[in-house]
Structure formats: C-alpha cells, structure tokens
C-alpha cells in the first residue's frame, strides 16, 4: 500500500510558475513509477508526466518545455514544475503511483489539488 498526498496548488496568472509536490508513505514507494495526471469536468483523467525510480522521464507534447517531473526518493516526494502556465492547464492535478507485479499494475492515487490559471 502506498498513500500519496499532494500540496501546492492554487491561483495563479497565465505565464505564471506553480511547483506541486507529492508525498509518498507506505512500503517500497522508492521502486514504484511516479506520475503526475490531470483532471477537468466532464473529461477523463490524463497522464501529464511520468518519472521511473532511476529518474527516467516523459512528459506528454501539451506539456513539454513548460512542466518537470522529479523526484526526491530520499524524501519519498516527486515534483511537478509548472511554468508558462495557461489557461487550458487549469485542472484537478493528481499524483500517481504504479507498480507492475507478475504482470498485474496496482495504481495508487493522492486526492488531488486544484490548480487555476486565470487573469
């Protein structure tokens, strides 16, 4: 089991930065692969970025060149930069962690922080 709580969401203007945080609790959080998705009303959740336990990353096309994905797995928190925000990044941000085992993923969600770019 891992439980995930995420911080650092809020308001912000378009071009404006937001940096979200993740913590991890619960058992071998470090080998799982984390992952930031995002949210609106009326869509499905989708994937924003992506970082492996050896600190590989991807970040989907919309979101390249603006946000980062890290992690710290001494502190058990992965990261999501957030720059040059705009409008159509405002969303539910949910953290992610996955584990593939004898080929069965176990997902495990945080509860989600809101972020709103808006003038």
């Known amino acids: 089991q891992v439980q995930l709580v995420e911080s650092g969401g809020g308001l912000v203007q378009p071009g404006g930065s937001l940096r979200l945080s993740c913590a991890a609790s619960g058992s071998a959080r470090s080998t799982y692969v984390m992952g930031w998705y995002r949210q609106t009303p009326g869509k499905q959740r989708e994937l924003v970025a992506t970082?492996?336990?050896?600190?590989?990353?991807n970040h989907v096309d919309s979101v390249k060149g603006r946000f980062t994905i890290s992690r710290d797995n001494a502190k058990n928190t992965v990261y999501l930069q957030m720059n040059s925000l705009k409008p159509e990044d405002t969303a539910v941000y949910y953290c992610n962690a996955h584990i593939i085992w004898v080929g069965v993923r176990y997902d495990y969600w945080g509860q989600g922080t809101q972020v709103t770019v808006s003038s």
């Open positions: 970082i492996t336990s050896g600190g590989r990353t």
